[in-house]
């Protein structure tokens, strides 16, 4: 799973070392027995999104499952959410339907990508201490610099400095929305996560997100 997919949560998009990793079953094993071992029905994600997503759903996580949120290996979640400088991620406007924008914000609220102490009530009751924001906060200010650097100095060089970088740092939604501008990088970091490329359109070599699976 780890060489599909790479060492990072497929939820929050952190890098996570492989014996951290937590193989999320998106359907539980316990009440489908066949699923434990059902490649379709896995997800490698961190500790925390996976236990937030376990209370979030609760004994209800079953019904509708697949139809009613987004998910990574069935669309293309990078097309669904929009994020800023602070760390912030917030639904597209690029998404077409009220559908397609209610699926991707019951996923954004089931994995807690937006949570942070402030936002979620039950947050520390849960005993989730991770701060996906300010991580994601974190990663954007360094991608800037990255990307300063490499206005400055667009080599081959620093190109693969920076896929470096951005593997180390995590959050592929984050360097790909700052190096927006520069589809010789982003090449390189859909390369690098081992996103898939289908989800970019490729046209004129621009690499710009596209819609794939359901939304």
């Not at 077409?96 to 996923?107: C, D, I, Y």
């Not at 954004?108 to 009530?121: C, F, I, K, N």
């Not at 400055?152 to 939604?173: H, Y």
């Amino acid at each position: 799973m780890i060489a599909a997919m790479g060492e990072f949560c497929a939820y929050c998009e952190r890098p996570i070392e492989a014996m951290n990793l937590d193989v999320e079953h998106i359907k539980p094993q316990k009440k489908h027995g066949k699923l434990a071992l059902t490649w379709n029905n896995f997800l490698l994600a961190c500790t925390s999104c996976n236990t937030y997503k376990r209370h979030y759903q609760g004994a209800i996580r079953q019904t509708g499952i697949l139809r009613k949120q987004a998910w990574p290996h069935l669309d293309n979640t990078f097309f669904a959410y929009s994020y800023d400088q602070h760390g912030r991620v917030t639904v597209s406007t690029g998404l077409g339907s009220v559908e397609h924008q209610q699926m991707a914000q019951r996923t954004l609220e089931m994995a807690g990508l937006d949570r942070t102490p402030a936002v979620a009530a039950s947050y520390q009751s849960l005993g989730l201490v991770y701060d996906i924001t300010s991580r994601r906060g974190k990663a954007w200010n360094k991608a800037q610099i990255a990307l300063a650097a490499y206005q400055q100095n667009p080599t081959d060089i620093q190109r693969q400095s920076i896929l470096g970088q951005a593997e180390e740092t995590g959050f592929f939604s984050i360097w790909m929305s700052v190096f927006a501008a520069h589809p010789d990088v982003k090449s390189g970091l859909v390369t690098t996560f081992k996103a898939a490329p289908a989800c970019f359109d490729g046209m004129g070599n621009q690499l710009n997100p596209r819609q794939i699976g359901r939304i």
